[in-house]
C-alpha cells in the first residue's frame, strides 16, 4: 500500500474545499443565469423542486447544502482524512464537469 504524508493530504484536503466552494459558487450563478433567461432547467429534481417556490429559496437551500456539506468534510478531515480526500477530489471533479457543461452552453450561446 502506498503511504500518503498526512501533511499533504491535509493540505490537499484544504485546498480541495476551497476549490469545491468556488466551483459551487460558479454552478450556482450560472444556473440562476440560465433559468432566469428562460435558456434551461433544473437538472437535479430535488433543487428543481425549491426552484419551483422562488430563485431565492433555490439559493438558499443549495447555499445551506453547499456549505453543510463542506463543514462536515472539514470537520472529519482529521479523523478521516482518506476518505474526506476521497470525496472531496470526486466532489471537484463533477463540479468540475458541470462547470465545462457551463461553458458549453456560454459557448453556444454565443456563436
Known sequence: MIKICPYFVGNSIKFLLKVLVI??????MATIYWISADLATEANPIMDYF???SIELFAGVKLLFMFLGVYILHRLKDKRSRLVFGVSF????????????HLYGAIRLLL
Not at 470526486?90 to 457543461?101: A, D, K
Open 90 to 101: 470526486f466532489l471537484v471533479f463533477v463540479y468540475w464537469i458541470i462547470g465545462i457543461w
Open 23 to 28: 466551483l459551487g459558487l460558479v454552478d450556482l
Open 51 to 53: 426552484m419551483s417556490f
